[in-house]
């Protein structure tokens, strides 16, 4: 067998339109690997790339002979990317695909949630380019986030989408491997034919989990319908805050050689999916009834202990990892036995180590301004309890036994209140934080999480799902979708609208 030459690339960004856009720092200083720092990083024992990568590489070095020619791989959180950066690295795309030579294929990396401060469809240039500086003849395979809002550019321009089936996001290792097996199946004489369907819902995120609601519905049809005829099926719920006119729950079936079975299961999904359109929804505590219920949990030690998402700032949405409403809200309470995990903020996390551990300080929390009309501190007594510089290693759940680096990083106690404050936005969903940190999580009454859906797999250890409350607060990630200033979203579109009609076109 000949040793296959497959190109590996990709720009992983979920845009939040309301988010500040991320400029070149932001994805140099999260994830930003060239050349063969991609392959050694996928091949670490600890990786930073995403698991998906790990899981491609996993597979094709157990499928046969293949040289990685990895160009480059790069990933940020939060709003926009800054066009000028993501010009310069589709060229850099471009340039070392070029320069790369004989190709047998490239594996994309994206999340599909891109866009730029200047264009909406920031996935769909990219996976253009990369088509075009590789011709038509050389197989592209893809693997998407379901929070991905997908183009047809996006879906013309490669031979297979390969999306993640769950969310939280566990199999992302698996669809990396799935994405290998079918290359491998292309190179073999298999034909993809792909067919898709967008319907007009922009689910809020919290109405796409995939172990039970109507987006776990139509992810279980998909599986139970798989023959040998169908080589993939994908369904992306998409990421409302993009806001593009692109949005939209997408199905997307790919067949092995015949569009035929691929077009009846696509329809199918689709059917099911509108019909259970007025299920798309967001239900959630107030934050009034959430403190009420905390301040209980602290008082009560007979209250099972529970974990607050704090929906309003979901770090992978695009959230700050800043905002003041939670915090604020539960000390003025009186709260006792609470801990935020984990609240941005360098100049404090700096300022708690010149005071060191042990020692007192006055802590002004600075955080996001939205809808807070000006108000963005809150200051309280504090005490340094522990501090960290990292790196650590992930424990539990989605980032389990990855690099995770979130700069020096403190744990303040206000009295009632302890707060994990970091250098960088990093997502709560593992509970290394708190125990780099000397917590022991199983004494916390009360855990606030900036995250909306990893957090369930980091922290059932310490408490029963079931004692899992999202909180309605407010922020640039409110899945409260009637709040937030969509200007390029398509209309009529579910739940924003209701009462209209739509006729799948297939
Ligand atoms: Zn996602």
Redesign the pocket.
């Known amino acids: 067998m000949t040793s296959r030459r497959v190109a590996i690339v990709g720009m992983f960004l ?1 845009s939040n339109a309301f988010a500040r856009p991320v400029p070149e720092r932001g994805f140099r200083g999260f994830l930003y690997l060239e050349g063969d720092d991609v392959s050694s990083d996928a091949r670490a024992e600890h990786p930073r790339v995403m698991s998906e990568v790990v899981g491609f590489y996993n597979a094709m070095d157990r499928l046969g002979p293949w040289e990685p020619v990895p160009v480059l791989v790069t990933m940020s959180g939060g709003g926009a990317a800054e066009h000028v950066f993501f010009v310069d690295t589709v060229a850099k795309v471009r340039q070392g695909l070029a320069e790369a030579g004989s190709l047998d294929a490239v594996y994309l990396c994206n ?1 599909g949630a891109m866009i730029t401060t200047e264009e909406e469809d920031g996935d769909g240039l990219f996976f253009a380019a990369v088509r075009d500086a590789v011709g038509p003849d050389v197989p592209i395979i893809a693997t998407l ?3 991905g809002n997908v183009s047809d550019l996006m879906i013309d321009s490669v031979d297979v989408v390969v999306a ?1 089936r769950t ?1 939280p ?1 566990v199999d992302q290792w698996e669809r990396g491997e799935e994405a290998a097996e079918l290359l491998h199946e292309v190179w073999s004489g298999m034909q993809p034919k792909t067919v898709s369907v967008r319907l007009p819902i922009v689910p809020p995120n919290v109405s796409l989990f995939t172990d039970e609601g109507p987006f776990a519905d139509m992810v279980a049809m998909g599986e139970q319908r798989v023959t040998d005829e169908i080589a993939n099926v994908s369904i992306l719920g998409g ?1 409302a805050f993009s806001d593009t006119s692109k949005n939209g729950l997408i199905v997307i079936v790919t067949s092995r050689n015949d569009g035929g079975a691929a077009r009846e299961l696509a329809r199918d999904l689709a059917d099911l999916g509108w019909e259970n359109r007025d299920r798309f929804i967001c239900e959630a505590t107030s934050m009034d009834d959430a403190v009420a219920l905390a301040v209980a949990t602290g008082e009560d030690s007979s209250l099972p202990s529970r974990v607050f998402s704090d929906l309003g700032d979901n770090t ?1 949405a695009g959230g700050p990892t800043n905002t003041l409403w939670m915090l604020e809200a539960l000390h003025e309470a009186g709260a006792r036995g609470v801990l935020v995990v984990n609240f941005r903020d360098a100049r404090l996390a700096g300022a708690a180590q010149a005071a060191g551990v042990g020692n007192s300080m006055i802590a002004t929390f600075k955080g996001d301004d939205w809808d807070r009309d000006g108000k963005t501190t809150y200051v309280a007594d504090a005490r340094v309890l522990a501090l960290h510089d990292g790196p650590f290693v992930g424990r539990r759940g989605i980032v389990a036994g990855k690099t995770l680096y979130c700069g020096p990083m403190a744990l303040l106690d206000l009295g009632g209140v302890q707060v994990v404050v970091t250098s960088r936005a990093a997502v709560g969903n593992d509970p290394v934080y708190c125990e780099a940190l000397g917590v022991d999580l199983a004494t916390v009454r009360s855990i606030v999480v900036k995250v909306r ?1 990893s957090f369930p797999v980091a922290y059932d250890e310490f408490v029963n799902t079931e004692n899992m409350v999202f909180v309605d607060t407010p922020g640039r990630t409110s899945p409260m979708l009637q709040r937030m200033p969509f200007e390029r979203l398509p209309r009529p579109v579910y739940p924003l609208d209701t009462g209209f009609e739509w006729i799948n076109p297939l």
């Open positions: 979920e999340h986030d379901p929070h993640y969310d996001h990421f992978g859906s």
